[in-house]
């Protein structure tokens, strides 16, 4: 299945516009996901129950797999009945933002596959935070673990901080009274959206993380972070989030850095917004996981989001300090048996190490 993904499924789709194929697939895997014939099928192709070894209890909660689904492909949670059918242990949807926006103007994504690397320019493209949480009442999979990524609505309006955290509150008030979801994202780095990044500096972000404080919280909590920035900048950002309730990070999230596109591009678009996904965030992703477990270990949860495409690369993140790890790009360029295929090697990975489950692996670069 992966051969006839890569030489022959990938050689078509990569002929068409990548935006309306993840629409098409979109629409497709919502209409499996109703089915429960097909949700069976599907989870027989790709599921594998025998995760012993990359089975770990985080919080309270357990994950059968540190593998899931990054925030960003299924933007609206239409894929929510689908998802645990392809092997991931969670999935991460939107990122919800509390009024409705239909996105930045086109073109919002191009494949580099020079670079194994997509460029995103979404700008929070998504159907409403009110529409959205509702669909998590139907949810089929009840081993699933099911996190919402929340961010301010893409708006001149949400350029004012006061009107941008009363965003993120009204998104995060509903996502923190649905049953059904078990973690949620506070996005503060996406780059596509009206100001920029405005909660990545340490005073702001200290007023948005001291608002949402007054919530009670009821959900495991993370911080979707910029890669981005230097390290001092980075640490200064921990200081905050270690200040308040929050559970975890997630390290991280688009590069913007567009020296990956040297002699690739010259398309100004593509050069001044949006940023890369996939390899180009790979190692600065895993330089950031080490510093955030070397300097608070067992106080923050991290989860490794950047450039995984097969077990050895996700081993990486978990051998820098990460507990889970996140994807997508990996997913589209070496097709949905990419999940399945990271749990059997990982599995080898960790035992040829000579460790029984992969919670001993974690942070081993460092200890």
Not at 108 to 134: H, Q
Not at 155 to 180: K, Q, R, V, W
Not at 259 to 265: A, D, G, K, R, W
Request: proline share 4%; with cysteine; hydrophobic share 35%.
């Amino acid at each position: 299945m992966e051969i006839l993904y890569i030489y022959i499924i990938k050689k078509i789709l990569f002929l068409f516009d990548p935006e309306k194929v993840h629409d098409s697939f979109i629409k497709f895997g919502r209409y499996i996901g109703e089915m429960q014939i097909l949700r069976f099928f599907f989870g027989l192709l790709f599921c594998n129950d025998d995760n012993d070894i990359i089975r770990q209890e985080i919080k309270n909660i357990t994950f059968l797999s540190p593998i899931g689904l990054a925030a960003g492909f299924d933007k609206n949670a239409d894929l929510i009945n689908i998802i645990p059918c392809l092997g991931f242990g969670h999935g991460e949807f939107g990122s919800v933002t509390r009024h409705a926006y239909e996105g930045n103007p086109y073109p919002r994504l191009k494949r580099f596959p020079e670079i194994k690397s997509i460029w995103v320019n979404y700008g929070l493209k998504n159907i409403g935070v009110d529409k959205i949480i509702k669909r998590f009442e139907k949810v089929k999979s009840k081993r699933f673990i099911y996190g919402v990524s929340i961010a301010k609505t893409n708006s001149p309006d949400t350029c004012d901080e006061n009107n941008a955290i009363e965003d993120y509150i009204y998104s995060y008030s509903l996502a923190n009274e649905n049953p059904n979801i078990q973690y949620i994202t506070i996005n503060i780095s996406c780059p596509n959206a009206f100001g920029g990044e405005p909660f990545t500096t340490p005073e702001r972000l200290e007023k948005l993380l001291s608002a949402l404080e007054k919530i009670e919280k009821k959900k495991l909590v993370f911080i979707k972070m910029p890669i981005t920035i230097t390290n001092s900048e980075f640490e200064k950002l921990l200081d905050v989030i270690n200040r308040y309730h929050i559970d975890g990070v997630i390290i991280g999230n688009l590069q913007k850095d567009k020296s990956f596109l040297q002699n690739i591009t010259s398309d100004e678009t593509i050069i001044s917004k949006g940023g890369l996904s996939g390899k180009p965030t790979f190692e600065r992703s895993n330089e950031l996981i080490s510093l955030t477990y070397r300097k608070y270990r067992d106080k923050l949860i991290i989860i490794g989001c950047g450039g995984v495409f097969s077990a050895e690369d996700a081993y990486e993140k978990i051998k820098c300090g990460a507990s889970l790890i996140q994807m997508i790009t990996g997913m589209i360029y070496n097709g949905p048996t990419t999940i399945a295929k990271i749990h059997h090697n990982l599995k080898k990975l960790i035992q040829k190490d000579g460790y029984t489950s992969i919670t001993e692996a974690i942070g081993t670069y460092h200890r």
